[in-house]
């Protein structure tokens, strides 16, 4: 995934959770994370398709869970946000005459996989609740 979304959406989820219900404004949010609220905006859209997160437009607006944070695994907030593998990808086309060079994508591949299975594997025994019990 190589990059900060999955950080920022669970910075977002429990701020959320800690809000109990109440709307926070994007304002509100990238105050929190000290990003452009524009940022903020992008991402609760992306996790409003997902389920997680429903908003309310207008002066009195925001955003608040759209399901209890028991019902959100960290697994799931991952997928949501993954855009590559964990480790990356392998970008050239190594010679095929050369006995690495052949198979190592191939086996690169199972690596990233194997690998990023175990990590899915531990975020699925985490929700949101369970990490947004660490700040009360």
Do not use: W
Not at 47 to 59: D, M, P, W, Y
Not at 81 to 87: A, E, G, N, T, Y
Not at 117 to 133: E, G, R, Y
């Amino acid at each position: 995934m190589n990059n900060g979304r999955f950080a920022i959406a669970l910075h977002l989820l429990t701020l959320l959770d800690q809000a109990k219900g109440e709307l926070l404004s994007s304002e509100y949010l990238a105050g929190s994370i000290n990003i452009n609220p524009v940022l903020v905006r992008k991402e609760l859209s992306s996790l409003r398709k997902h389920g997680f997160v429903q908003s309310k437009e207008g002066k009195n607006g925001g955003s608040t869970l759209a399901v209890s944070a028991k019902e959100i695994t960290l697994a799931a907030v991952y997928n949501s946000v993954k855009q590559l593998s964990l480790l990356g990808h392998q970008k050239n086309t190594p010679n095929p005459k050369c006995p690495v060079g052949k198979d190592i994508n191939k086996h690169l591949n199972n690596l990233y996989n194997d690998t990023e299975k175990i990590l899915i594997d531990q975020l699925n025994k985490k929700t949101l609740a369970d990490f947004s019990q660490q700040f009360e």
